[in-house]
């Protein structure tokens, strides 16, 4: 499978054969790099690939193909546009692209040199038609380290990695530093844990390196549960090699020489990949007893997560690896010191594991050159809800909200207004529109009341409801409670009843004085951060959009129009063309009126159900 | 040895003693529900939450398993610490509203009542503490009983929901709840005994001589093994390394005795001794 001596028996070794790929003549190699994310496989990437297989072959037995190859990568980020194809060595990047393209792009691009303008990215502002990715303002705002090579390189093909770089850091690691110094790099970098506590790295490595007892773990955490992220599933899907060398380098730094990678079991490709990646680093002595020759020895183990949210919490992650059930316990003694079975463990995110090669191979003073005072480099996120570009980003820490969301996320989607933004999670907070030029930073964000967390970013727009927001991630944050102590498994459940209550026109009086009760007794008292963070939603919807639960408590209305019962529907005499469509698919009659005339929904026998505000074609229906 | 300090009295305690270890100590009271001194701290209830004093700030912890490694100031009767107890105490007394000794640990505890509504459902004031499922586990060794589902529907139950076969029919479970939900049902007609609500079922074992039911067969079984176990041992130890020898020897000594004994009841056998000492 890799063209490579069967185990390299030394760091010289494993140079020379480094050195031939880097060096590697590819001009007039052409190639076609085709993104095998998730967003671009829903929408038909795997046929593409196997039509732009065929068509290499029907161009070589007309002699015609050259060095032509078809390149399988992970997600490019710009999944709003699925699929995505570009075309080396232009770079020409194609968009939505579909089975009949295929014979197109090969035919213009990939033989003939030529872009096809129709199926490029046009700029919504000036109308250019853009060839390169680079110019897409989605990407030229960007900053990517982490996600440098996805998109770039065949995750399942260790010698892509290799020859874009990969494995440098390690040996570098290995050839010129102690462990103390590869702690001390991490340090000056100022990398903190990019999987929502936002620790230091360096200090989580060095009180594991020097906590005693032994054997001790490392740990990346893959679990990724929040809803609506794929970060980690990006760069597990899209470059695996690089946790794992990341891995592999904290592992000489601690002083371990067993870790393990929890992904979630939703994740198949991901675990595919990575125990591909995982193989092949093995088949080389990347991995193993006695690595490149050396005396240091660690070896990776995949092991597939159950699939609740709580299995990402640390503790609970150790429960589960070791085959108990995936729930947290007290920390009072961390798991730097005890941790998977009883042993000093040490837990990163893998996004936290995969900035490590770069910090390595270009210095931590580089590293912590960017972002703010104190939260270095870059971070990923995956910016979905009413946003017009969803998709994969990774920016520098301090940029503003407003930058991802209006440049990278090309504002609000169907010219709606912007509402706020939850970051961090099911339990991080709603930043409201005069915040939006707060700096994505650690402390900023926990300030206005909501977190960094791992890098979700959804994005509401003037028709959502915030107290719906509430109770949704409110009542999500219970379904996936353990239950295992009380203010977290009642707490939730009394928060979860009054949003209910306000959401269906009972509110009381009061009721927002006792969810922030509720919330002061789960931050203080439950077991894990899942409990303790919990109310964060409820907590920051309160703050920012205070006027819209009074709206549903004292006027009973929803600003929104979202929840049901808490507006009326009525007709716009003047839109309605009296097509009677309405009237005819109204369930309890409630719609009067004569054809050709405009009609009218008697308020008393409607009961709010929005078939007319669907079926009319001439929205003519109001929500009031 | 670290010194504790609890409400301005010190104690010193060994290192890796709990914070409620040391309260006791000190005789100061600290309420707990899932607390149990034969079992590990699971600190799930969160009832005993006192106040640590971090140096610039201070942080709320549970006391039955905060380990004291060095010396420490913690605050029990503390604003902020009887406020997290008393909102702990007002969740649990609206989960389970009908429990007598909940509402008796209330009122030692100040809690009026609550202002919460019932929105969880729970098992005859089950409050989820789970020292059953401890005890099954770490003392009996049968795990027979666990916990079934996440968040609000978690519940207490033996697996699939079905009667264990594993239970024993021993009663720990009951005997450590401190809500009553478990209870050991006797049911004559059937001879067996009920560990309920689990519907675990175990065969009673009958006096060979009146036929009175008494006690579960399993557990029987169990204690003439760890009993026999027990006497073994010595005997092993004392036999030049003959183990299967001693082992022999105490089975054909104590084992019947054993045995016959267990198997009448109480008054029957007090009967037997009393009937032996007359006519020897
Ligand atoms: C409920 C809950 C869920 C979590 N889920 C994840 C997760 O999916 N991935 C992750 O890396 N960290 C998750 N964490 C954070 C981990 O507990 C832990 O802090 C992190 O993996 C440490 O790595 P880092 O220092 O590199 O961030 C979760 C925490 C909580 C409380
Ligand atoms: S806070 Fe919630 S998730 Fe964490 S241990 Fe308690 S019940 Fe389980
Ligand atoms: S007694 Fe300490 S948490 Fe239950």
Redesign the interface.
Known sequence: MIDAPARFASIADFEGFARSLRSQDRTGTRSVRLCMGTGCQAKGAARLYELFEEAIESASGRGRAGNIEVKPTGCHGLCQRSPIVVVEPAGIFYQQVEEPDVAEIFRETVLGGRAVPRLLYQDPESGRKLEAAEEIPFYKVQQRIVLSQNGRIDPTKITDYIAAGGYSALVKALTSMTPEEVIAEVEVAGLRGRGGGGFPTARKWRSCRSAAGGPKYVIGNGDEGDPGAYMDRSLMEGNPHSVIEGMLIGAYAIGSEKGYIYVRNEYPLAVKYLRTAISQAQEIGLLGENILGTSFSFDIQINRGGGAFVCGESTALMASLEGRPGEPRAKYVHTVESGLWGKPTNLNNVETWANIPHIINRGGKWFAGIGTEKSKGTKVFSLVGKIANSGLVEVPMGITLRRIIYEIGGGIRDGKKFKAVQTGGPSGGCIPAEHLDARVDYEELTNLGSMMGSGGLIVMDEDTCMVNIARYFTDFLLNESCGKCTPCREGLAQMRHILQGITKGDGQAGDVEKLQALAEILSGTALCALGATAANPVLSTIRYFRDEYDAHILDRRCPAKECRGLFIYQIDAEACKGCGICLKNCPVDAITGERKAPHVIDEQKCTRCGTCWEKCPFTAVLKV | MPTVTIDGHSVEVERGATVLDAARYAGIWIPTLCYHPALSS??????C?VELDRGDWRQ???AC???VRHDVIVYVMSE?AQQ?RR??ME??L??SPDSQELKELAERMGVKGT???K??ESQRNC??C?LCVRVCEQIIGKSAI??A??????TVAAPFRQPSEDCIGCGACAAVCPVGTIEVRVHKDECEVEISPFKSRVKLLVCKQCGAPILSTQVCEQALRNVGWATCLPMQACSQGNVGMGRKSAHATFWPELRKRLRLCPKCRRLQTAGRVASP
């Open positions: 699971e600190a799930s209830c969160r009832l939450m709320l912890v549970t398993n905060y380990p902020r997290a909102g702990v969740l649990l609206a989960r202002l919460w509504p929105v969880t409050i989820l789970g666990g916990f589902g996440r968040g609000a529907d978690r």
